[in-house]
């Protein structure tokens, strides 16, 4: 797992073992970044179910202000902390330790996000709900976007407060960018 792109390209990222995350593969994460173009620049991120922080560390890279990692595992955190560390970005991020719906449900301290990314354990969550506690909460800016990474054959929904922008199939992997109607 390397940076694609930016200040920090080419640096490569600790890992966590498999057996705690999934993390995701560097053609999606291109993919997406080739998708979110410009709009990174600049951006508040949130970084949900962070695992090792590839995807906000690359958000960072290709300038994004600041990003908020959110990640409950303590080992897989270690890690996260030494990437940030590695690739200098340790100052322009914060992490929130625990389980992802109950900081979502605590709230950020009054941030509120550009691009929130939530790339949940596919069988365990049901990221209809994360949207919900999103919209509900108001932590998505005007003009912001979320996007759910999840598996190829997840059954796709209908949120009537969100209208889906993008729907692409990497192999085994769906992201699905949803924007405030």
């Known amino acids: 797992m390397r940076v694609i792109s930016g200040k920090a390209k080419g640096r490569r990222l600790k890992l966590p073992p498999e057996s ?37 560390i690359e958000a960072l890279s290709r300038g994004a202000e600041r990003v908020h990692f959110v990640e409950k595992n303590p080992a897989v955190l270690k890690i996260l902390e030494q990437n940030l560390e590695k690739t200098g ?18 709230g950020f301290s009054g941030e509120i996000f550009d691009i929130i990314f939530l790339d949940p354990p596919y069988a365990l969550i049901n990221p209809e709900e994360f949207l919900d506690l ?48």
Do not use: H, M
């Not at 759910?148 to 769906?174: H, I, K, M, P």
């Open 89 to 106: 970005f340790k100052e322009q991020s914060r992490i929130w330790k625990g389980d992802a719906q109950r900081v979502l449900q605590r």
């Open 134 to 181: 999103i919209e509900k909460n108001w932590f998505l800016k005007s003009l912001g976007i979320v996007i759910l990474e999840t598996s190829s054959q997840a059954d796709l929904f209908d949120l009537g407060f969100w209208r889906l922008a993008e729907n692409r199939v990497y192999g085994d992997t769906r992201l699905l960018i949803w924007q405030r109607e």
């Open 20 to 56: 705690y995350t999934r993390p995701t593969a560097d053609r999606v994460k291109e993919a997406l970044f080739n998708i979110l173009g410009e709009r990174v620049y600049g951006s508040i991120f949130l970084d949900c179910f962070a695992g090792s922080g590839s995807i906000g």
